[in-house]
């Protein structure tokens, strides 16, 4: 039986609102080309610079904050409004601009890398980027240090297993707002007896009709993981050139057909590829969307598991704003609201049990909620210095271009 609704007025109207929603998800990564390539590697300098000073914050006379995420990575009514953005204007008064304008790390940070090396306002009070992209962010000083005790939800729901990171301890910040899985899927009508494993993707009836994924760190953690090295653990040039290698090779030998972003799950839909590395949500949304006919599962060896996160740039005078819309999206209620939407992992504890009002099924779900054992078996792809992101970025964007 499912839960009472919640007493808040304006958490139990986004309730209401999101259970005659329809499913969306956001849109990640667009694919790789040489725009793309040349600013992972200019973004990756090994040189000192002088870190800039936070803005002046004027939150408490400017009551507006703007957030900048990722396409569909947020809940949308039938009138293009986002309903529980609106239950946070209600509750703390203060106006919101919410704009898609992240395509995906490398091209988001190359438009705004100049001002924030200058301190400058980028236009945007926070912006959620993965784990790896808040790493360089907090390595060159363009993020604030945020205030924990104007977040208490944060402080009493922010799930144990993301307390402390080693490219952020004690989180002081970023601040988690969604994550999954990279693992395989496969079409499940052509390949019935199902796979276990990424190297399963090398098996030559599927020669020409196999994806992998242009982000990096999924495609070759999934691979490293396949040959025995565990990516959140020790491991150097010599693990990483060895799944170069294997990747290379089902390039070349035409077992690999695509490497794309999300773009991927329209080969899966036409037929091109039948079996792929990918991110769980899409998953979940591809059944939804076009009929049952994919199954998803995290490789026997591994697979790898990321975040995206809340960061306010150096530049940005509204922090205090700004942290008062991350504590609003740690209610339990909104997190599941927002997690029956885009289908993957909400950071907050209590969201299970909220999305209970919202559909016992996905509650259900272990892609968006995992158990212990679903997630003892992925991995965080080790934080890089600059040196190794460069030189290894390098390394895969060249295979990228050449495929």
Not at 205 to 218: Q, Y
Request: aromatic fraction near 8%; charged fraction near 25%; glycine fraction near 8%.
């Amino acid at each position: 039986m499912a839960k009472p609704l919640p007493e808040d007025p304006f958490i139990r109207d986004l309730v209401l609102r999101a259970q005659r929603a329809q499913l969306s998800r956001r849109t990640m990564l667009k694919g790789a080309g040489v725009g793309a390539a040349a600013l992972t590697l200019a973004a990756c300098s090994t040189g000192a610079q002088d870190k800039p000073k936070p803005a002046e914050d004027i939150s408490d006379t400017d009551k507006t904050v703007r957030w900048d995420n990722w396409a569909l990575y947020l809940d949308v009514d039938d009138d293009g409004n986002y309903p529980s953005l609106e239950g946070f204007e209600k509750q703390t008064g203060i106006k919101a601009t919410y704009t898609e304008a992240v395509d995906d790390n490398d091209t988001y940070y190359g438009k705004v890398k100049d001002q924030l090396k200058l301190g400058q306002d980028i236009g945007c009070d926070v912006v959620c980027l993965t784990d790896w992209m808040i790493a360089r962010w907090i390595r060159f000083g363009y993020g604030q240090e945020l205030d924990r005790t104007r977040m208490p939800n944060v402080e009493s729901n922010l799930v144990d297993a993301l307390k402390n990171v080693d490219f952020d301890p004690g989180r002081k910040i970023s601040i988690p707002w969604q994550g999954g899985f990279a693992g395989i899927a496969w079409n499940k009508d052509e390949i019935p007896e199902g796979l276990t494993s990424v190297s399963d993707l090398w098996d030559p009836s599927l020669k020409g009709r196999v994806g992998v994924l242009s982000e990096m760190r999924d495609t070759m953690g999934c691979i490293m993981q396949d040959l025995g090295t565990q990516i959140d653990g020790n491991w150097g040039d010599a693990e990483f050139t060895a799944a170069i290698d294997v990747l290379q090779k089902q390039v070349t030998d035409g077992q690999i057909r695509n490497i794309k972003g999300n773009s991927y799950k329209e080969d899966l839909v036409n037929g091109d590829t039948l079996a792929a590395i990918v991110w769980s949500g899409d998953i979940t949304q591809l059944n939804a969307e076009a009929g049952e006919h994919w199954d998803f599962a995290v490789p026997d060896k591994g697979g790898t598991l990321w975040n995206d996160n809340f960061i306010v740039p150096i530049g940005s005078g509204h922090k205090k704003n700004a942290e008062d819309l991350i504590n609003y999206y740690y209610d339990p209620e909104v997190a599941a609201m927002v997690a029956a939407w885009v289908n993957y992992i909400p950071p907050v504890k209590g969201a299970k049990e909220a999305m209970m009002d919202l559909d016992p099924e996905l509650a259900d779900n272990q892609l968006i909620f995992p158990s212990d054992a679903t997630l003892a078996n992925t991995h965080l792809f080790r934080t890089l210095s600059a040196a190794e992101e460069q030189k290894y970025a390098t390394q895969f964007q060249a295979i990228l271009l050449g495929a």
